[in-house]
């Protein structure tokens, strides 16, 4: 269950950051494996269980704070019930790569993404629960909910601002950056902007490469290694996890056939549907409608 508590639009109208609480029952070896085209800072706010991530396997407290990237996956295998059937809420804060390099945020520098994309070997998904500043960090998160509710004059400039405060802060205090790597800016901004906004509005379309290059006026091959520094992931991992993403609402709230929803999310065959829903979410499409049914 979600509860979306605010969310913030580009030039064109498209959400690029957004806080949300999520909330979910007991269970125990489940591997719903997700992943998302938005950098995550999550806080527990209450429930114990297991994280399974790319970077290891953690416990979980009430007031651990994990971080994710772009194309990361992640998945709570485990939520211990207490109180017989509490199980976990978590506060959530996601936000695009653009909304931290678009260009007009010039004093968001992309030097902040290093906490995302220049990670040394000591990197864990979990942030140190032992580090005084942890409880600095859930503070800000809890400034950036409240500035999202009350939606004050200036609201989105002062969550920005506190976007900023979060990414400094783990840099300086939690060691997991690699200092030896400068994620420097890039002067394409504008253009990636176009051509991110192209693919958000046709991501279930018959794209090809050079479509969207060409919205970026570059070559495809330099198009690709530029969206892969400034996002995260390929132009094709973007496309198909925003696809996919797509194919588990629908499953979850349609009894369209699972061949219409694969054409529907853009993709022309259930073979090469299946395979790639498997690769993202760690299930079959079957198995997630029959999930959210309530039965296996």
């Known amino acids: ?17 957004r806080m949300f609480i999520s909330a979910a029952d007991p269970r125990a070896d489940s591997y719903r494996v997700h992943k998302h085209i938005e950098f995550e800072i999550s806080l527990v706010l209450e429930g114990n269980g297991i994280y399974d991530t790319k970077s ?17 996956y992640h998945c709570i ?3 211990f019930p207490e109180n017989a059937e509490k199980g ?16 007009g945020n010039d004093y968001l520098t992309n030097n902040y993404l290093k906490i995302f994309f220049n990670r040394n070997k000591n990197f864990t998904n979990r942030l140190d629960r032992d580090n005084p500043a942890a409880k600095k960090i859930a503070e800000q998160m809890l400034s950036v909910k409240y500035e999202f509710e009350k ?16 990414m400094i802060a783990i840099h300086r205090n939690f060691g997991i950056t690699d200092e030896n790597i400068s994620f420097m800016p890039n002067q394409l901004c504008e253009r990636m902007e176009s051509a991110l ?4 509005k046709n991501y279930c379309s018959d794209l090809s ?8 006026f570059i ?21 198909n996890i925003k696809r996919i993403n797509k194919a588990v609402d629908l499953l979850r709230s349609t009894e369209l056939p699972i061949m219409t929803v694969a054409l529907q999310c853009g993709y022309n065959n259930t073979a090469n549907f299946n395979k790639i829903f498997k690769q993202i979410t760690g299930s079959t499409p079957r198995n997630i409608r029959a999930e959210s049914r309530g039965s296996h």
Not at 1 to 16: E, H, R, S, Y
Not at 153 to 165: A, E, G, P, S
Not at 209 to 216: F, S
Request: proline share 4%; net charge negative; glycine share 4%.
């Open 151 to 166: 939606k004050d004059f200036d609201h989105d400039v002062l969550i920005k601002t506190l976007i900023v405060q979060l």
């Open 77 to 79: 295998t485990d939520i």
């Open 88 to 103: 976990m809420t978590l506060l959530n804060l996601h936000f695009l790569p653009t909304f931290v390099w678009s260009t």
């Open 197 to 200: 906004n192209f693919i958000d």
């Open 1 to 17: 269950m979600q509860k979306i508590i605010g969310t913030l639009v580009n030039k064109f109208n498209a959400p690029v950051c």
């Open 56 to 72: 290891g396997t953690y416990d979980i407290r009430p007031g651990d704070i994990f971080i994710y990237s772009t194309n990361e």
């Open 219 to 239: 070559s495809k091959t330099y198009f690709c290694a530029m969206f892969k520094d400034m996002n995260g992931l390929t132009p094709w991992e973007y496309i």
């Open 209 to 216: 490469l050079a479509d969207i290059a060409a919205r970026a």
